[in-house]
Each structure stands twice: as structure tokens, then as C-alpha cells.
């Protein structure tokens, strides 16, 4: 019999559930942590998140907007060498031959002043540090880059790989010793939007034009580049509806958004007699890279299968076949058992009325492919118009692929916001007004761990946060619940959550993964309004009816049936509970709704 509403024990009290202690590796910083009580505000100490001045300052002169200008002023011509090489440096990114847009026009100049194709990867693990890259992430693009060396070879073309162990910053040295020594006359890469890396590419430019060696860095990650999606005062949005209309106005009027880059032509075989050229094939790619080992690389293997040959399958699966509830789980999303069904019934098909259900595979799990640039986003939204014969891009929310084309469309605008308003990649928040919201202390880190450990006692929020640690990703809906519980219930700072997040996932993305947080803790762009405040248990009860995604990664709870599944601790008598083995709620919800909503109305107050 369901017992009666029993008194939950707050984390301000003495509560047994949390206090195991939190991991040496999982620790909260110091700097953090021990929070002056006055103001319960990390926003001013300084190396963690940037001061309201220096974060304005950079908005003030994007770092975007200043390597444009140094391309632009680069000398008309490059140098002359009697036997001159074309360099590619291939990013994080862009890890794909295929419709590669820099790669493209690498290939194109290189046949142009018959010279050798080089291509280069950097590993940086000052960088990976720096911005929480995963060991996933960086097993993943290794797998990848082995498959594209291999890919590489074929055409004569070869991919060197770099560890560089220096200073992050120092990147720019070890690509221009790699150009001297190979007599590079032009170098192409992709752009990446980072603040750190955008500063990056402006100091390589500088170095190379120096030396007289052109540098062309151009548009590849976006469907629409930032910059160009504006309103009619020739201002950024931070809104997404008003941008997506013009987003989708420009994709559907210019054919080149959409456009496929052409394949690269393959080097002469006579590279391989030239000496210098010839022990670029040589190059080994890493097994792993130290402090990045990725513990789980096996079982990632089979769950993210990489290659670009990979990604184009998953992506057809999504296109054509129907989901299933035996794919929820730690499964490879290229499993046996799909079934072929009409567009309608098509997990694309059903995405609109379908997308946030957790307990099958009603998402692309495309994400980490995108995340690398392993399939490019042009690719995705020309086959998804393929696969319904149509001709023109309509972004909709009511259907399947129309609500998909606008998740895409997602993925470009958090990307816009982060070049128009690079302070949010700083640490600060995109609606200043909220950057004295009164967070919780959580000082031992209990509140954290039991959240990072899906030990909160609320079963849907558990189980997503065991999927993040035991599959390094999660569906969208479920990555909205767990922040929303973060930021709302515990009323922990976001950017401890976006921390964990990078830090776990396989997909992991700066600028959609901050856009994501900052939606749920109601301080970023367009976003989830602060009064509004998401009921874990309601959201377990809609986002898995059927309770096979709770039962799934909550053995705990594999019994249950019914509502009990979603909340055991008011579903079942006190003895029937204690059996489970699963802790009690670790905070009471009306009780921190009424908190959040508190602490927003009246920021800087407890």
C-alpha cells in the first residue's frame, strides 16, 4: 500500500543519504567552493569565471570579428619556394574527408600550383585541460583520425599527427616549425568559434604572414555562418524564434549553405619518393594521449562506432527505420533488428510527437558525429530532405523532420551567440541581471556527487545521470531534467553542471552545452523562464511512461511498476522502501521550487 507523504530531510539538515564523500578527481575547486557566505557569488574570483569588465571588453571587439580582419590584411600573394606544399590542419571539429569545406579548397590550390596536399592534427592536452574536454571525446576523435589516415593514404596524402606539450598558447610555433620545414606556402583550416581558439587562429595568421605564407581559415562547422542571421537593425538576436525565421529564409534562398565541398584530389605518387614528404605517412596516431586515457574505451567503441562510413549509416537508420525500446540502453546504435518502415513511422517521422521519450531511441545519436565533424551538418539536412522528397528546408515544429531540421538550426544559433557574445564562453552569464543569484555553499560537495552519481532519489534524474557516467551521453530531454534539478532544486551554480557534462560526454560542445545550461538555470539567451520550474517526477512520468528507461539504469527500482517507479519513496510503505536500497529524496521539490523562484524574483538574496 502506498504509504503516506513522509517528511524529507533537507541538505541544510543532517541528511545520511549524502554523505558519502565525493572522489579526490570529482572534487569541487577550492576557489569555488568555499564561497564567501557575504555575497555566495563565484562570479569576480579571478581565473575562474572572467570579471563583468573583462568579459564586457572582449564583447566590445569579438575575437571572431578580429581574426576576419587579420585574414583580410594579409599580403595578396605567398611566398615563392622552388618546391612549394600546401598545408590542411585539421581540428577537433572537422575530423572527416568528406565535404570538408577547408580541406576542399586545400586540395583545390594545391593541384592549382602543383604542390603535395599535407595535412596535420594537433593534439593540445594544455587546451583539453583547459576547456574539460572528456577522455571520451579525445578516444573518439583518435578512433577517427586513424580511420582517415588510413582513408588519407589512398589518395597519397599524408596526415601527420603533433603531441604538443608546451604551452597552449605556443600552438602557433609548432605549426609554423612544421611549415618551414616542409616550405608551405598556404595554409587552410576550418574555424573554430572558441574565444581561446579564435585567438589562436589570429596569432597564426600574424606568425604567417611574416614568413609570407597565406592563411585561409573559412566556414565549415554551421549550416549558416555567425554573422549572417541579423535582424533588421543589423543586430544580433538573442532570441531564437525571430532568428530562425531568418536563418531559414537564407537557407531556402541561397543553394550554397547547403552545398556539397568537393572531394580532394589525390597528392602525385611521387610524394613518396620525396624524403621529407615521405616520412609524413610514417606517422604514427597515438593510442591515447596522457591524462586522457579513456578507461571505457572498449565498451565506447561499441556504443560510438567512428568513421564517417559509421556516421552516414546511424543517420540512415534514423531516416528510415522505427525506434525501439531495446536501443534505450548502453547498445551500439548500428545493432541488428532495424526495421524499414514507411516515412510516417520513421524515428524521423515521429520526432515531433516523439523526441523527448527516453525509453527507446527516438533521437539521431547522431550528436557525437556532429559534435566531431565526422558527418557534416549540410549532409544531415540534405538527406533528411532526400528521405522526404523535398526540395526546400522547412523548419517546423509540427513534423517529425521539420522539429529535427530545427534541433540542427539549434546547434547554429547557441554557436552565433557564443561568437556575437563571446562572454558566455567565459563563464558569465548571456542575462547579467542574474549573475548574483544566491547558489548553495554545498562546501563538502555532497549535494554534487550525489547528483554526479545519480543518488538524488528521484528515479528519472538517477538514471540519466548513470546513463551520462556509463554511456557518455544522454537524450536531450534528459540532459534538460538533470540541469533543471541542478540549478533548481539543489539551486547549485550551472557552470558546475556544464563543467561535469563536458567533462563526461562523448559529444561534448562548448557552445551548445553552455546554451543548454545556461536555458535551464534561466540565465542564458530565449530562455526557460525562472518561474518556471521542472517537477522531476512529472518529467520521469512523461519522458518514460513505460519506466523501462528507470528500470533500465536504476536496477534498484527493476521491480517497481506504475507510478511507484517514478517516486518509491511516496509509492511504497517505509519498510518496502528501506528494502530497495535506494536513498530517499534528497530534497523535497515544492520545498525548492519555492526557493528557486524566491532566489530569482530577488536576486542576490537568499
Known sequence: MPSAKRKIIHPTEDSPQIKKKPKKSDEVPKSISTQAKKSNSIYERPGIVATAPAAAAVDADPPLQRLLRALESQPARSRKVPQPAVMYWMRMEDLRISDNRALALASQCAKQISAPLICIFVFNPGDYRAHDRSPRRIDFAIRNLRIIKAALSKLHIPLHTVVHAGSRKAVPETVMSLMMEHDVSHLFANIEYEVDELRRDTKMVETASKAEILCKFVHDKLIVEPGRVKSKDDKYYSVYSPWLKTWTRLVQTDPQFLAEADFPFPNETSVHQDQKLAKLFESEIPESIAGFECEDAAKMEEIWPAGYTKAVEILSRFLYTKARSSQLGESSPLAEGAEDVTSKTTRIGQYAEQRSRCDKDTSSRLSPYLASGVISARQCLREVMLAMGSKTLEPSRTSGPGMWIQEVAW???????????????????????????????????????????????????????????????????????????LTKDLMLDWRFGERHFMQSFIDGDLASNNGGWQWCASTGTDPQPWFRVFNPTLQGEKADPTGDYVRHFVPELSKLRGKAVHDPFHHLDKNAFRKLGYPEPIIEHSFARDRAIRRFKNVGQA
Open 411 to 485: 546547434r547554429d544559433f547557441y554557436t552565433h551567440v557564443m561568437a556575437a557574445f563571446p562572454r558566455v564562453s567565459m563563464g558569465r552569464p548571456f542575462l547579467e541581471k542574474f549573475a548574483d543569484v544566491f547558489w548553495e555553499d554545498d562546501v563538502d560537495g555532497r549535494l554534487l556527487q550525489a547528483w554526479k552519481d545519480g543518488m538524488t532519489g528521484y528515479p528519472i534524474i538517477d538514471a540519466a545521470m548513470r546513463q551520462c557516467k556509463i554511456q557518455g551521453w544522454m537524450p536531450n530531454r534528459m540532459r534538460m531534467a538533470a540541469a533543471s534539478f
